[in-house]
């Protein structure tokens, strides 16, 4: 009893001092919402958005359609069982990345520090603006307004101190929902809350904190070092935190493009390394097209692959000098794969893609100033070169 108190004393509202005012606003449905306001006859009616055959996978669900258990990243052969009269529509990503511009154009009429998450999501720090949670909720109704006034779409708005209690919050009233956790009230509301819905807790983790009986964000804020550390190592005393609406990251304003990548799921897998190598290079053109399209070269390559079993790798190298020259970034990211499929000879992909990162204005960069190498530490041994698998 005594260690319980003294968690819920080390967690209280009082050490969360509100020093600002933070939204997080998510489009409703976005892709799905759009479909059904370009074409009236979908209006009230099951739409999914995704990609058919047997390797499709659904981009957006509507609201009508969510009732049956649909939701993005699906199988669209799963989604069609759980709904067969759904209306499936292909997606038409630039129609999206219009309305999208027209959205964050609608956040920067109230603050420039804005953080995209992807195209119908956003972080807003309003501080300098809202003085007061009244005034804060003001200007989040004013946002939704504009938007709907904007586009014909609707958002749903969480209003907190912090990042993570905003996101949490504006899943609590959708769709077109306006939530507010004030500082006093943080732990009322995020207590009852079930862990999953704690942003980055994935689902095998989730799984983890399930079967020791944990079940919501309130038993998670107060469970013991011995309980969580076999979970969480050293990230223990983060993830309580977490759980307690304790967050003190700043909202980082979109100042440039941080990658650029393309990537294809095959309708079926490809072993065969010559179509693999022909697949990643146009990839890598893609990827270069859209680069020099923004005037821009890149430091570093991504090659993402993903087997059959979906099981998702990544190999990068850095590059000097910068480019975007296709053939120089094709023949990293084919070195890079060929050296992926030494280590797996017979495996089967599903998904290839090429990415680039550490990009610069090509008219701005120095002359004998290369910036600098990827992120992840080569291996002894490997000069500028980052490899960096991962499980999907």
Not at 27 to 44: C, H, I, T, W
Not at 128 to 137: K, L, N, P, R, Y
Not at 333 to 344: D, M, P, T, V
Request: aromatic residues 6%; charged residues 25%.
């Amino acid at each position: 009893m005594r260690k319980l108190e003294n968690a819920k004393r080390l967690y209280s509202p009082r050490r969360m001092k509100p020093t600002r005012a933070i939204l997080h606003v998510d489009m409703d449905a976005f892709y799905a919402s759009v479909e059904q306001r370009d074409n009236p006859d979908l209006k009230g009616k099951p739409v999914i958005v995704g990609w058919p055959g047997n390797r499709g996978v659904v981009a957006a669900a509507s609201y009508e359609v969510r009732r049956f258990g649909v939701r993005s990243a699906l199988p669209m052969h799963a989604a069609m069982r759980l709904c067969p009269q759904a209306i499936c529509v292909k997606p038409r990503m630039q129609q999206y990345k219009d309305v999208s511009r027209q959205v964050f154009a609608v956040f920067r009429e109230f603050t420039q520090i804005v953080e995209g998450l992807s195209l119908d999501e956003a972080f807003l720090d309003i501080s300098q603006s809202a003085d007061s949670i009244d005034a804060a909720v003001t200007i989040a109704k004013l946002i939704k307004a504009r938007i709907r006034e904007t586009t014909q779409l609707t958002a749903s708005v969480g209003v907190a101190s912090n990042k993570l209690v905003a996101k949490i919050a504006s899943d609590l009233a959708k769709p077109d929902g306006l939530s507010v956790v004030t500082l006093e009230r943080t732990h009322e509301v995020l207590d009852s809350l079930p862990v999953r819905r704690l942003p980055g807790l994935g689902g095998k983790t989730g799984a983890k904190v399930d079967a020791l009986g944990i079940q919501t964000l309130g038993q998670l804020r107060v469970a013991a070092d011995a309980e969580l550390w076999p979970i969480f190592g050293r990230y223990t005393q983060r993830v309580r935190e977490r759980a307690a609406g304790i967050d003190d990251r700043a909202v980082a304003p979109d100042l440039e493009d941080k990658s650029i990548s393309a990537e294809d799921t095959f309708d079926i897998d490809i072993a065969n390394p010559q179509r693999l190598f022909a697949e990643l290079a146009r990839l890598s053109e893609l990827t270069c097209t859209r680069m020099r399209a923004k005037r821009l070269v890149a430091a570093c390559v991504t090659v993402k692959i993903r087997r059959h079993d979906f099981a998702t790798f990544t190999r990068q190298k850095s590059i000097a000098p910068p480019t975007s020259e296709t053939r120089t970034i094709s023949n990293v990211a084919q070195e890079l794969l060929a050296g992926w499929l030494n280590e797996q000879p017979r495996a089967r992909l599903r998904l290839l893609g090429v990415g680039v990162s550490h990009l610069t204005l090509a008219d701005q960069l120095e002359l004998f100033q290369p910036p600098g190498a990827c992120n992840t530490p080569a291996p002894d041994g490997v000069a500028n070169v980052c490899i960096s698998p991962s499980s999907a």
